[in-house]
């Protein structure tokens, strides 16, 4: 049986500045903010990701305290052309530090306003073998 990460929630005290921080500076695309009278959740998702993190006022999500995930992970086929395009987003980034020559030993971080924590992983294969290929299509799309 194959089990699959597919969302994390993600704890912010701010979702409008959480949704326009992760879309509009880091680059996730949003996949859907659904508002209604009982809660305001949204969905955004890295491109070539099958994992999303949601943000929202559901209770799972009011029992962690803003900023408290640490450590979330993404990754990308280089590391130095990420950090480069999310700082001049105006994203605050780590320098990159590569820890082990081999693929998969390079990193940089950056933090999202309220403190939640990401490491990004230089994996170059990525570059070559995508987890989830690019067809030119929303990933929505049907």
């Given at each position: 049986m194959d089990w699959t990460l597919e969302v994390v929630v993600l704890?912010?005290?701010d979702l409008d500045g959480a949704i326009a921080f992760y879309r509009d500076r880091v680059g996730f695309d949003l996949d859907h903010d659904t508002r209604n009278e009982h809660?305001?959740?949204?969905?955004?998702t890295p491109r070539g990701s099958g994992c999303s993190i949601v943000v929202g006022s559901l209770p799972s999500q009011n029992e962690?305290?803003?900023?408290?995930m640490r450590g979330l992970q993404l990754c990308v086929a280089d590391a130095y052309a990420a950090r480069a395009e999310l700082v001049s987003r105006?994203?605050?980034?780590?320098?990159?530090?590569?820890?082990?020559?081999?693929?998969?030993g390079t990193f940089f971080g950056f933090?999202?306003?309220?403190?939640?924590?990401?490491?990004?992983?230089?994996?170059q294969v990525r570059g070559e073998q995508p987890l989830i290929p690019h067809d030119g299509r929303d990933r929505f799309d049907a």
């Open positions: 704890p912010v005290s809660m305001h959740v949204a969905q955004l962690m305290a803003p900023g408290s105006g994203v605050e980034c780590s320098e990159v530090t590569v820890f082990d020559e081999r693929d998969g933090a999202d306003p309220d403190g939640n924590t990401w490491g990004v992983q230089q994996l």
